[in-house]
């Protein structure tokens, strides 16, 4: 049971990771970023290290899970600024975006999306203090695959 879970919540990150990879690599080709998708950017990038680092620890390259609690800590404060980042509709804005008009032309959407994000990040933390994998999987799965719905409809990568 303990090794189908540790599979389960392994795959989600990676999965997660993928997901958050684009946001993570900063500027595409020479195209510089406006302030406002700076902000986004590194809000979201540092969410996104947390899923890499959390996949790591999954397949055993590196460190223990006994760093979760800090890592879903730092993501669950990232998730909890990433809507403020986007209330400005900066469709129009020169310079570099991965960001869809499609954010601002269905707001109540997004909006939606980010408050789950915020709501499946504070549930993941308090998996993580618990120790307990068969907690921790499932919290991991759905902010995983919140996260893919999102960039799926509302990221160009």
């Known amino acids: 049971m303990k090794n189908r879970i540790l599979k389960a919540v392994s795959l989600s990150c990676v999965v997660a990771a993928m997901a958050m990879s684009g946001t993570a690599t900063g500027d595409e ?11 986004r ?6 969410f996104g290290a947390g899923f890499k680092r959390i996949s ?9 899970p006994a760093e979760f609690p800090t890592i879903a ?16 509709d900066t469709r129009g804005y020169e310079g570099y975006t991965h960001a869809k008009d499609a954010i601002w032309e269905n707001w ?29 999987g499932p919290a ?4 995983g695959s919140n996260c893919k719905s999102c960039h799926d409809k509302y990221k160009d990568d």
């Not at 950017?41 to 540092?46: G, I, P, R, S, T």
């Not at 790591?56 to 223990?64: D, H, L, P, T, Y």
Request: charge should be negative; charged fraction near 30%.
């Open 56 to 64: 790591a620890i999954m397949k055993r390259e590196a460190g223990s």
């Open 29 to 39: 080709g020479n195209e510089k970023r406006f302030a406002e998708s700076q902000v």
């Open 73 to 88: 800590a730092k993501m669950a404060e990232a998730a909890s600024k990433a809507k403020a980042t986007f209330e400005l």
């Open 41 to 46: 950017n590194d809000n979201m990038k540092a």
């Open 108 to 136: 109540d959407d997004f909006a939606a999306r980010l408050d789950k994000l915020n709501t499946d990040s504070q549930a993941f933390l308090v998996a993580t203090q618990s120790g307990d994998m068969a907690q921790i």
């Open 140 to 143: 991991m799965q759905a902010l």
